[in-house]
């Protein structure tokens, strides 16, 4: 999920040992479980000739904890709102800079078979064979 997202995810643990009411207390709860149901300790090895592995049932549900995250912080946000406005530019800026340096390293990353190149279509001369 990134250092920006792990480090809200124990922020709200934290909160959640201090402040005893509040919606997003749910939400913090599920997003936990998910997201630590996604690590090794589960016997998910069991699933591998099942349906559920055919949809990368691990990362799915890192995406699902991510958008519980989401909601939790929202909500936790809305009961106990900051009050310095920059506060929440700066957390913006650093989840958007995070995620952009995530994208950009992960399709400028170095494959088994190198780069990969497009190739424009008045480049193609003759048709392409796939090797077997």
């Known amino acids: 999920?990134?250092?920006?997202?792990?480090?809200?995810l124990f922020f709200l643990m934290i909160m959640l040992f201090?402040?005893?009411?509040?919606?997003?207390r749910h939400?913090?709860?599920?997003?936990?479980i998910v997201f630590f149901s996604t690590f090794d300790w589960l016997p998910w090895q069991n699933l591998t000739s099942t349906p559920i592995n055919?949809?990368?049932?691990?990362?799915?549900?890192?995406f699902i904890s991510a958008l519980l995250?989401?909601?939790?912080?929202?909500?936790?946000?809305d009961q106990y709102p900051l009050k310095y406005k920059?506060?929440?530019?700066?957390?913006?800026?650093?989840?958007?800079?995070?995620?952009?340096?995530?994208v950009h390293?992960?399709?400028n990353k170095t494959t088994k078979d190198g780069y990969r190149f497009w190739q424009p279509k008045k480049t193609m001369t003759k048709p392409l064979k796939i090797a077997q």
């Open 86 to 102: 920059d506060i929440n530019f700066v957390i913006t800026l650093a989840l958007v800079a995070v995620s952009l340096n995530a």
């Open 105 to 107: 390293t992960y399709h």
């Open 69 to 77: 995250l989401a909601i939790s912080v929202m909500y936790y946000f």
């Open 18 to 24: 201090t402040n005893k009411s509040g919606l997003w």
């Open 1 to 8: 999920m990134g250092p920006i997202n792990t480090f809200l």
């Open 54 to 62: 055919m949809i990368q049932f691990l990362g799915r549900l890192l």
């Open 27 to 32: 939400w913090t709860i599920a997003t936990i």
